[in-house]
C-alpha cells in the first residue's frame, strides 16, 4: 500500500504521514478507552525520565532514517522485493541483539541468518540485465538496519506502557518528518490519499507497533523479530495482485529461503539450569512462576505494580526475555 501512496506523495512526506497516522489512531483507542471503560486497559508504568535516551534513539533510527530510507527505496524496488528485503529486519535485530547486548542466540538462529542473508542477495540480482541493482535494494536494507537498532534499544523500555511509547514515538517523528518536507518543498497533494496514508500509518505503524512492544517484553528481541519476519510474506503476496508484479525464478528463490530461516528461528527451543538474582522493579505481569509475590484482593490479571523477585535456581524452556538475562 506504501508503494502505491509514494506515487503521489514524496517519501519524506509519506513517512511522516505514517507515523502521524499511528499518533492519530492510537489517540482516537485512548480517548475511546477512557469514554467507555474508564481507562481500564491493561497496560504497564509509564516513562520516565531514565526512559528518554533509549526513546530518543529509537525515534532517531526507527520514527525518522528508517521510514524515510524505506519510502525511497520502495520508488526503486517492486513491492515483492521490498517485502522480502524487510525479512533482514529480523537479521539486523537479532544481530545488534547478540553482538552488542549478549542475547543467546542458537545454531537455529545462526543458520536462519546465514540464509536470509543470501536471500538478500538473490533479490538485488537482476535476471533481465544480469547485474546487480544495488541502491534501491541498500536504501531498504539501511532501514531495517536502522529498525533493528530500534527494536533492541526500545526492548530496554518495553516493560513501560506501550501505547504511551508508540504515541509519542509517532507524534514526535511524524512531526519532524512532515515539517522536514514542507521545509524543502516536497510534493504533498492535499487530497484523499493524506487520510489513506494515516489509515495506513494507524494500523501498520500503530496498532502493530504497540503489539511489536509487548512482544519485545515477553521474548526479547531477536526472537521478536523472527515471528514479525512473517509480515514480509504478507507483503509478498499481495503485491502480485495489487501492483501487478511479475515473479522471477530469484524471487521464488529468495523466499524459498525467506521461509526456511523464519521457519528455523521459530523452532528454536532452549532451556537449562539457570539463576535468578534478587530484583526489584515495575511492569505489566500475571501471577505466574516468576511472580508469586502477594497481590491485593481484587487484582485484575494483568496488572503493573512494583513488586520484588526473590533469588531461585530452576530449568525451564525461555526466551531471552527481561527476566532470561543471564550468560550461557
Known amino acids: 500500500m506504501a508503494k502505491i501512496l509514494v506515487q503521489d506523495i514524496s517519501p519524506l512526506a509519506l513517512a511522516g504521514l505514517l507515523y502521524l497516522g499511528a499518533f492519530v489512531g492510537l489517540s482516537f483507542y485512548v480517548v475511546l478507552s477512557r469514554t467507555t471503560r474508564g481507562d481500564r486497559r491493561q497496560k504497564g508504568p509509564s516513562l520516565e525520565k531514565e526512559d528518554l535516551p533509549w526513546l530518543a534513539g529509537a525515534i532517531i533510527t526507527g520514527g525518522i532514517l528508517a521510514p524515510v530510507a524505506l519510502m525511497t527505496g520502495l520508488t526503486l524496488v517492486t513491492g515483492f522485493a521490498a517485502s522480502l528485503l524487510s525479512n533482514l529486519e529480523g537479521v539486523a535485530t537479532a544481530i545488534i541483539a ?19 542473508t543470501l536471500a538478500g542477495v538473490l533479490l538485488v540480482w537482476n535476471p533481465s540485465q544480469g547485474a546487480f541493482e544495488l541502491l534501491g535494494p541498500l536504501l ?21 506502557d506501550p501505547v504511551q511509547t508508540a504515541l509519542l514515538k509517532g507524534v514526535v517523528a511524524g512531526t519532524v518528518s512532515l515539517s522536514l518536507a514542507a521545509l524543502i518543498g516536497a510534493k504533498i497533494p492535499l ?60 524471487f521464488l528463490a529468495a523466499a524459498a ?58 530449568s525451564h524452556v525461555h526466551w531471552p526475555d527481561q527476566h532470561h538475562r543471564h550468560g550461557h
Open 98 to 116: 547478540v553482538v552488542v547486548f549478549k542475547e543467546y542466540a542458537g545454531r537455529r538462529l545462526w543458520l536462519a541468518l546465514t540464509v536470509m
Open 140 to 160: 531498504v536494507v539501511f532501514a531495517m538496519v536502522c529498525w533493528g537498532i530500534d527494536n533492541n534499544l526500545t526492548q530496554h523500555i518495553s516493560s513501560k
Open 191 to 250: 487530497d484523499a490519499s493524506i487520510l489513506y496514508a494515516l489509515l495506513l500509518g494507524a494500523m501498520s505503524y500503530g496498532i502493530s507497533l504497540v503489539f511489536f512492544i509487548r512482544v519485545l517484553e515477553g521474548i526479547g528481541s531477536s526472537r521478536t523479530a523472527a515471528f514479525f519476519s512473517f509480515g514480509p510474506f504478507v507483503g509478498v503476496i499481495a503485491s502480485i495482485p495489487l501492483l501487478g508484479e511479475n515473479v522471477t525464478w530469484a
Open 257 to 314: 529461503l525467506m521461509l526456511g530461516g523464519v521457519l528455523a528461528m521459530v523452532s528454536e527451543r532452549h532451556a537449562h539450569t539457570h539463576r535468578h538474582g534478587a530484583m526489584e522493579h515495575e511492569h505489566l505481569h500475571e501471577s505466574d512462576e516468576h511472580h508469586q509475590h502477594p497481590h491485593p484482593e481484587g487484582q485484575n490479571e494483568p496488572h503493573s505494580h512494583i513488586h520484588v523477585h526473590p533469588p531461585i535456581v530452576h
